[in-house]
């Protein structure tokens, strides 16, 4: 069994910055890309960011200049720098993660969420 954990959200005034984090644990053989995804009230869910293995990177268009995505593969953890943020950032972010176990099955995991508000 694979976990995803993720923590860094919380309230911030527009024009601030919050850092999230995803951090992996478990039957973890190999994890391949990973990803932030938001939803917020009355919304559906909504890809924001993704990373590759191998460091390749892309954004919504939504944030691109904003927010940065990275990951640390020896910790099994992956990173959202939240930058300039505005109201309509406010949801829950969701990391995700395509891994694949120790028994080589692969499958898409997701962590509980954290609330991210940002305040006008």
């Known amino acids: 069994q694979v976990q995803l954990v993720e923590s860094g959200g919380g309230l911030v005034q527009a024009g601030g910055s919050l850092r999230l984090s995803c951090a992996a644990s478990?039957?973890?053989?190999?994890?391949?890309?990973m990803a932030w995804y938001r939803q917020a009230p009355g919304k559906d869910r909504e890809l924001v960011t993704r990373?590759?293995?191998?460091?390749?990177?892309n954004y919504a268009d939504f944030v691109k200049g904003r927010f940065t995505i990275s990951r640390n593969n020896a910790r099994n953890t992956m990173y959202l720098q939240m930058n300039n943020l505005k109201p309509e950032d406010t949801a829950v972010y969701y990391c995700?993660?395509?891994?694949?176990?120790?028994?080589?099955?692969?499958?898409?995991?997701w962590g509980q969420g954290t609330q991210v508000t940002v305040s006008s």
């Open positions: 995700n993660a395509n891994v694949q176990d120790t028994f080589s099955a692969w499958r898409d995991y």
């Open positions: 990373i590759t293995n191998s460091g390749l990177t």
């Open positions: 478990g039957s973890i053989r190999y994890i391949g890309t």
